[in-house]
Nanobody, 115 residues
Framework: QVQLVESGGGLAQPGGSLRLSCAGSGVSFRFNEMGWYRQAPGKQRELVARITGNGRTVYVDSVKGRFTISRDNAKNTVYLQMNSLKPEDTAVYYC?????????WGQGTQVTVSS
């Protein structure tokens, strides 16, 4: 059974930082492109960062220079370091494959940026 479990979310002040983790079981991330997605209230889910199997990264413009995606294949885990957080980063964050595998959505982790 494939499971993707996100963690690390919480409440942060504007300008603050959070580090999200996505641990996978039942499937190896090693050769797969992985992504972090987010869904804000009333908005569609969007892909904010992606990392290929060999470590190439791509970011949506709104997070460039602030977020960093990384992976640890030995731990089968993908990370999202989020710095200089803004209120508009408030959303539920999910990890998934790129392209998406709809069968493998986890619970997500809530990120709230507010003073």
């Amino acid at each position: 059974q494939v499971q993707l479990v996100e963690s690390g979310g919480g409440l942060a002040q504007p300008g603050g930082s959070l580090r999200l983790s996505c641990a996978g079981s039942g499937v190896s991330f090693r050769f797969n492109e992985m992504g972090w997605y987010r869904q804000a209230p009333g908005k569609q889910r969007e892909l904010v960062a992606r990392i290929t199997g060999n470590g190439r990264t791509v970011y949506v413009d709104s997070v460039k220079g602030r977020f960093t995606i990384s992976r640890d294949n030995a731990k089968n885990t993908v990370y999202l370091q989020m710095n200089s957080l803004k209120p508009e980063d408030t959303a539920v964050y999910y990890c998934n494959f790129v392209p998406i595998s709809n069968a493998y959505w986890g619970q997500g982790t809530q990120v709230t940026v507010s003073s």
